[in-house]
Structure formats: structure tokens, C-alpha cells
């Protein structure tokens, strides 16, 4: 098994662009997370789907922040615009829930390192 | 303050030496916990997981659970410069479908 794919692994962008981060989760999980990793906040939960729906978006800092799964095998975590305090490690999971809502391990990906400049 | 503590280091040990790592946390429903290895530029992987309060035992790891205390433990014996990385709890209640809530992460440096 590939594990978690994301891609890219790094992206240094300017202050107002665009960013797209990518997630293929593990073939036959149900449940995908979106998670940001910085030195002063640690690792933070942004958004996370079942079985390709959004089950809590709490997590997002603000509307610059959107999220989408438009199939088991594919997400993305968009940032528009872009701004400094953006940037962090960025890690898709994946997981397997079952019926009673708690999921099993969560298998993290290699992460995107994201720098705004 | 936050629902997880975790002291960040980082914590130095000898080779072979004990490692000893702690977390509190505030939210009673608490119910599932975790311990994540982190090594440097990779991502989490699940070391150990415990449901409720107890011990739980898996080769040189150990977890231990005190909810009276609100109180997870992770012990490292003969600790291995591989064994060198930082340590994340995590932790979530029954119905939260799998919204985990991570501690700080403590680095650990285990020197030959």
C-alpha cells in the first residue's frame, strides 16, 4: 500500500496567491482529515469527511479556508488568498470508521510544507 | 487553556535509559488515548492506544491511563537512539468520530 499521498510536498508562494494541497487517502478508508502543524499552535484539526461528507469544519480558521472531497480517492485543502501566517506543515489522514463513529488509526501523509512569503 | 497539556522539551536521555512522558488534559469525556510518534519531516504514526483507564503494554512501550487524575503516561524502556523523536498524545471522546485533540508533542533526544 502507497499510504497517504499529498502532494505537493513543498509550495512557497507569495502573499495573495492561491494555494491548492492535494490528499489521496488510503484505498478503503471511509474518513479523511485535513491537520496544520506550526511551532507555536502544534498539530490542529481543520476539517475532516465521512464517507466524502464534511462532519465538522470547526477547525477552519477562517473563509480563506475551503475544503473539498469530490470523490473516496481525492481531496483538496484551498487557501485564497494566501497571507504569511499560512504557513505551517499541512497533513492529510485517512482512516477507516466504523459504524459507532469512533474511527480507527488515523494514517497520516508525508505533509506539505508551505512557506507565504 | 488548552484541553491538552503536554510538556514540549525537549527531554534528553541516555541510551538504555527509561523514557517517561506525560500529558493532562481537562475534558472529563475523554474516553479513547493515543500516543504518536513523530520523526523530523515526517508525519504521525500511531505507537500505542488505549480506551478508558488501565495499562496497556506493546514490547518497550507502555501506556498508562489514570482518568481520576486526568493523567496519560508513555514509558520507553531501553531506549534506542531510534527511539529519538517527538511524542504527541492525543485523545477523544466516545462520540466524537475520531476528532482527535493533540498535545504539544514532547521532542525526545536519546544520545548514544
Given at each position: 500500500d502507497a499510504g497517504v499521498i499529498q502532494s505537493p510536498r513543498h509550495e512557497v508562494t507569495e502573499m495573495g496567491q492561491e494555494v491548492t494541497l492535494r490528499c489521496k487517502p488510503i484505498s478503503g478508508h471511509n474518513s479523511l482529515f485535513w491537520y496544520r502543524q506550526t511551532m507555536m499552535r502544534g498539530l490542529e484539526l481543520l476539517i475532516y469527511f465521512n464517507n466524502n461528507v464534511p462532519i465538522d469544519d470547526s477547525g477552519m480558521p477562517e473563509d480563506r479556508f475551503s475544503a473539498k472531497m469530490p470523490n473516496a480517492s481525492f481531496s483538496t485543502l484551498k487557501i485564497q488568498p494566501s497571507e504569511p501566517r499560512d504557513s505551517a506543515v499541512y497533513f492529510c489522514a485517512s482512516s477507516l470508521a466504523g459504524e459507532g463513529g469512533f474511527t480507527d488509526t488515523q494514517y497520516f501523509g508525508p505533509g506539505t510544507r508551505l512557506t507565504v512569503l | 487553556q488548552k484541553e491538552v497539556e503536554q510538556d514540549p522539551g525537549p527531554l534528553s536521555v541516555p541510551e538504555g535509559a527509561i523514557v517517561s512522558?506525560?500529558?493532562?488534559?481537562?475534558?472529563?469525556?475523554?474516553?479513547?488515548?493515543?500516543?504518536?510518534?513523530?520523526?523530523?519531516?515526517?508525519?504521525?504514526?500511531?505507537?500505542?492506544?488505549?480506551?478508558?483507564?488501565?495499562?496497556?503494554?506493546?514490547g518497550r512501550f507502555t501506556a498508562q491511563v489514570d482518568k481520576s487524575s486526568k493523567y496519560i503516561s508513555l514509558f520507553i524502556r531501553d531506549s534506542q537512539p531510534s527511539d529519538s523523536a517527538t511524542y504527541l498524545c492525543a485523545m477523544s471522546t466516545t462520540d466524537s468520530w475520531g476528532k482527535l485533540q493533540f498535545g504539544a508533542g514532547t521532542q525526545v533526544v536519546v544520545t548514544p
Amino acid at each position: 500500500d502507497a499510504g497517504v499521498i499529498q502532494s505537493p510536498r513543498h509550495e512557497v508562494t507569495e502573499m495573495g496567491q492561491e494555494v491548492t494541497l492535494r490528499c489521496k487517502p488510503i484505498s478503503g478508508h471511509n474518513s479523511l482529515f485535513w491537520y496544520r502543524q506550526t511551532m507555536m499552535r502544534g498539530l490542529e484539526l481543520l476539517i475532516y469527511f465521512n464517507n466524502n461528507v464534511p462532519i465538522d469544519d470547526s477547525g477552519m480558521p477562517e473563509d480563506r479556508f475551503s475544503a473539498k472531497m469530490p470523490n473516496a480517492s481525492f481531496s483538496t485543502l484551498k487557501i485564497q488568498p494566501s497571507e504569511p501566517r499560512d504557513s505551517a506543515v499541512y497533513f492529510c489522514a485517512s482512516s477507516l470508521a466504523g459504524e459507532g463513529g469512533f474511527t480507527d488509526t488515523q494514517y497520516f501523509g508525508p505533509g506539505t510544507r508551505l512557506t507565504v512569503l | 487553556q488548552k484541553e491538552v497539556e503536554q510538556d514540549p522539551g525537549p527531554l534528553s536521555v541516555p541510551e538504555g535509559a527509561i523514557v517517561s512522558l506525560n500529558c493532562t488534559y481537562s475534558n472529563s469525556a475523554f474516553q479513547y488515548f493515543m500516543w504518536y510518534r513523530q520523526y523530523s519531516r515526517k508525519g504521525p504514526e500511531l505507537l500505542m492506544y488505549t480506551y478508558s483507564s488501565g495499562n496497556k503494554e506493546d514490547g518497550r512501550f507502555t501506556a498508562q491511563v489514570d482518568k481520576s487524575s486526568k493523567y496519560i503516561s508513555l514509558f520507553i524502556r531501553d531506549s534506542q537512539p531510534s527511539d529519538s523523536a517527538t511524542y504527541l498524545c492525543a485523545m477523544s471522546t466516545t462520540d466524537s468520530w475520531g476528532k482527535l485533540q493533540f498535545g504539544a508533542g514532547t521532542q525526545v533526544v536519546v544520545t548514544p
